[in-house]
């Protein structure tokens, strides 16, 4: 039997969110998360297939590859938490080893609840799972996963597709420092990490050559017209994308053609851009093997097994909550 359940939430994160963001002195910026509405979602299920944009094949052939030996390595009974689950095509390996073994409950964490219904619909035919979805920020969600699991269970939390990459330092150990205090000794991260490449290969997967990128990067300031009534003109404003070597990041930017002024009417914000001025959307930073073991250990985790793709180099690390 499977069932899915959502929680219905307001505009007014995104309300916050766009008042703070576009009134900051100097770099103006918004949260990556808001990216992923329906549309955004189905975008970067385009981008995911992009030549350009070989992290999600990478996530996907380590997942096939090692499934088993990463379930090897668990302790049954498993309960399964995925943060941000997008679609859940990559899932779909994880959860068909773990389920020749035991039934398994699935819970997807999304803020989208089009992606919640996608996932739901492409992992519904697996025996053995049992799938209750959570429109939640994820240590929310996690916090109502954890709260429901069974004594004895483990909890094995998917966090994949590099999106700890999205976290500024020293953000990124915060929230996986965040997550340990909701996981029990012994409960288990498999966490996505995207590694270090030539400059070249990074601002080509995230300015690719088709324009998807730069429509989903864009995205954003459509949805807020469409659900603050702002008035952005998108063909004023472009896509761009740069690296980052102080921190070993890509970042996008929303870049403003010109001068001009914007009305967020939900918000109560008129927002003056200068010609050249940008909106930093999302940050993606690539990992070093070490900087891995470093940040899990901060974060009150110990390393268990790292499987590396050297096509595209792409680490998922099995974390062990200490």
């Known amino acids: 039997m499977r069932t899915q359940a959502f929680a219905t939430h307001t505009n007014s994160g995104l309300i916050a969110d766009v008042r703070l963001g576009l009134t900051k002195s100097g770099q103006k910026e918004l949260p990556s998360k808001y990216l992923y509405d329906s549309v955004g979602s189905a975008l970067f299920e385009g981008i995911s297939v992009l030549p350009e944009y070989g992290l999600t094949r990478a996530d996907e052939r380590l997942l096939r590859r090692h499934s088993e030996e990463i379930v ?19 899932t779909r390996w994880m959860l068909e080893a773990l389920s020749r073994h035991q039934h ?25 799972v049992s799938i209750v979805g959570f429109e939640r920020e994820y240590l929310d969600g996690l916090l109502e996963v954890a709260a429901r699991r069974r004594t004895g269970e483990q909890l094995l939390v998917l ?6 990459g999205n ?29 270090s490449k030539p400059i070249h290969q990074l601002l080509g997967a995230y300015d690719d050559s088709l324009g998807v990128t730069a429509a989903f990067n864009l995205n954003l300031l459509a949805r807020i017209n469409r659900e603050l009534d702002a008035d952005f003109v998108l063909s004023q404003f472009e896509h761009a994308a740069k690296f980052n070597q102080d921190v070993g990041s890509v970042e ?32 993606s930073h690539k990992y070093s093997l070490g900087e891995v073991f470093r940040m899990a250990e901060k974060a009150g985790f110990r390393c268990d097994a790292q499987w590396i793709d050297e096509e595209w180099p792409f680490a998922e690390n099995l974390l062990i909550a200490e």
Do not use: N
């Open 72 to 90: 090897a390595r668990l302790t049954p009974p498993t309960t399964v938490a995925e943060l941000g689950s997008g679609s859940g095509k990559k």
């Open 167 to 195: 976290f500024e330092h020293p953000a990124d150990v915060k929230f996986l420092r965040q997550m340990r205090e909701i996981l029990q000794p012994g409960d288990a991260l498999l966490l996505g990490t995207d590694l």
């Open 252 to 283: 996008m930017h929303i870049r403003s053609l010109k001068k001009q002024t914007v009305a967020i009417p939900a918000a109560e914000l008129s927002v003056t851009f200068c010609e050249g001025e940008t909106i930093w959307t999302e940050s």
């Open 104 to 128: 398994i409950s699935y819970c997807p964490i999304e803020i989208s609840r089009a992606a919640l219904t996608m996932c739901e619909r492409e992992l519904s035919d697996i025996d053995s």
């Open 159 to 164: 966090f994949l597709g590099s999106t700890i």
